[in-house]
């Protein structure tokens, strides 16, 4: 990996991150279309890349986040629970996972269908929207987040899928979304740079270059996405058009010729 892909993946990262498109599935199509998907800091690059998104996050609504009442916090904790367990549990499951191109490619394709799908019954069934997250529905929606394991699901759209389900209004739903991407990208990442370490005893000065690199790009592209993803709250289905297309094109590409 050289500073050039370093920034182009921390663009994407930042660009998709909290749209329901799944942004390690871009970079891992991105990374395997550059030919450094195998590279050793590339696998560490796709995690800890999404550090500067979060922080984003942290940045834009760190009023929200920081002074809210003691039962907000239990639920990001009890929705971000889940996903913790099994991530732990399914390590290796999810290392071989971040290495395989058309895993992603299927994902999209698949989720652009549920996204299709659950739009038409959230407009249908839930004509009056609820703002309130109860402790029940935000383990739930950490039970859904579980599926964000395999890349090209989509951590975000996971997990607004599963707060539609449950009739809670856009803003919330893309809003829990954001604040659950904090502690769920901060433990994985800490974990992955532990991992790295631990195997190598030590980082190049080159490969922290490019993890701040990727990082700084992925937080001022988090921001301009965030406010732009605020704004369009109407319907998700073009997200969902957007991932059957690209799904389709990249199962093509593997098929014609491996990724």
Request: glycine letters at 6%; proline letters at 3%; one cysteine or more.
């Amino acid at each position: 990996m050289n500073y050039i892909q370093s920034i182009l993946l921390g663009f994407i990262e930042g660009i998709t991150e909290f749209f329901p498109i799944s942004s390690t599935g871009h970079m891992i199509l991105i990374a395997s279309i550059m030919g450094i998907l195998h590279d050793r800091i590339t696998n560490l690059f796709l995690i800890s890349v999404q550090i500067g998104a979060v922080l984003s996050v942290v940045f834009l609504y760190r009023k929200k986040f920081f002074f809210q009442k003691w039962n907000f916090y239990i639920k990001i904790i009890l929705a971000s629970f889940p996903v913790g367990i099994l991530g732990l549990l399914l390590n290796r499951i999810i290392h071989f996972l971040l290495n395989n191109p058309l895993v992603v490619a299927i994902s999209l394709f698949i989720g652009g269908f549920v996204i299709l799908k659950v739009e038409n019954l959230y407009e249908k069934n839930f004509p009056k929207k609820m703002n309130n997250i109860t402790y029940l529905k935000a383990f739930i929606i950490g039970l859904f987040q579980c599926m964000a394991l395999i890349p090209g699901v989509s951590r975000s759209a996971a997990t607004i899928i599963a707060c539609m389900l449950q009739n809670i209004n856009r803003r919330k739903s893309i809003e829990f979304s954001f604040f659950l991407s904090v502690p769920v990208i901060g433990i994985a990442t800490c974990k992955k740079l532990f991992d790295y370490y631990f195997q190598l005893n030590a980082f190049t000065f080159k490969e922290i270059e490019l993890l701040f690199v990727g990082n700084i790009v992925s937080f001022i592209t988090g921001m301009m996405a965030i406010k732009y993803f605020m704004k369009y709250l109407n319907n998700f289905k073009l997200f969902g058009y957007y991932r059957i297309i690209l799904g389709i094109f990249f199962i093509v590409i593997h098929y014609l010729k491996p990724i």
